[in-house]
């Protein structure tokens, strides 16, 4: 996947809350930039050591129904490279090198839909469902949405007064459930975490229909797994969960155990009409060792999320780490994702379009 690459200048920088901005970008004067409610961009920035450039995906917070401007809201993490730097350095004209949208997480509105969303968010995990709520809400008028948004405290929830706005907007269409884990003592909505009993209280309260209802989930990862045992007890299909992970899990202390199936090999990458072939060593991923020798490829999240690095695996065997980036069909069509991806037999040879 060749992917374009943009220098977007800043339109305007809005502090939504102390630990999290939005970055409203205009788009290029020589073209529209499409995206879909729920994508993401990637952000190239020099907040690496000694000014080496870092790249870190964002989901679009604005709406491509809605919003003229392109936005994304980023939270700190603490220690975090990229979030801190754009919370503390972006300002209004400047100009931030970003790769096109990508994302299978999304929702494309259809106006003779009448439908029901579920969206479950928690904290920086409101971006896509802030997207996708106000497309549908826009594009589908008979269509209803739920979100179920967790955080610790009421300062700590981003787009607290837009989300009032868009409830007097569009009325019984959208109902919010807010979660907080450590209120003040004057709050009077729900406290505690989206888990499994609360997630399985909002929906029934939410008349939710578990036959046809769609259900999106963006947060930690156990208040998706949470979330989807939930769903599990009532038979919800797998192809009517959507989830976005923002991070990949956490990797255990304990020490990994050595894979015997992996061993040094020579893979050959078909990209852009130049052929690379070059050894993968057992710890490396294919992408991993790419890099190392500067050959180019494309990549955002390095981590089995994006699809930035999607490519076909015409020859040989490989063996991913983490396969939830893809879906079965894809992964039955030999697609692979480089970033993740491991040869395990000679001959390898990966296409990437
Ligand atoms: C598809 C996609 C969309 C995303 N959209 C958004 C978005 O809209 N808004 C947003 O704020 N972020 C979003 N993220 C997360 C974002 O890409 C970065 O991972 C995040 O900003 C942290 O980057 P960093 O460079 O600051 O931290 P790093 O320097 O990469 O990490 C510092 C430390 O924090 C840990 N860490 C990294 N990310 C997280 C996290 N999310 N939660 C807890 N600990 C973490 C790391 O393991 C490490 O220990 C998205 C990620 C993906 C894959
Ligand atoms: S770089 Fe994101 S899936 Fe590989």
Redesign the pocket.
Known sequence: MSLKTYFLQVKEVVQETAD?VTIYFWHPLSEQIKYKAGQ?ITIIVP?GEGGKK?R????M?TSPHSDTAIG??????????????LNDNVKVGDFLEVLEPL?N?FVEPDADKTRHLVLFAAG?GI??MMSIAKSVLKMEPNSRVTLIYGNRSEETIIFKSKLEELGAQYGSRLAVHHLLSRPSSVWVGKCGRINQGAAIRIMKEADTDFTKDNFYLCG?VGMMEDVIAGLGIYNVSKDRIHR?????P?VEDEPQEADDSLQTQTVKVKYNGDEYEFEVQPHQTILEAALDLDIDLPY??Q?G??TACMGTCTEGKVKLDEEDGLTEKELKRGLILTCVAHPISKGVVIEID
């Open positions: 999290s993401f907040a870092v870190r995906s964002y989901s917070s994304v809201t980023v939270k700190r993490v603490e220690g975090g490279l990229v979030s801190n730097y994302g997480f920086s971006t896509p930690p976005e992970n923002f991070h990949a956490m955002s999240c981590a999320m994006c």
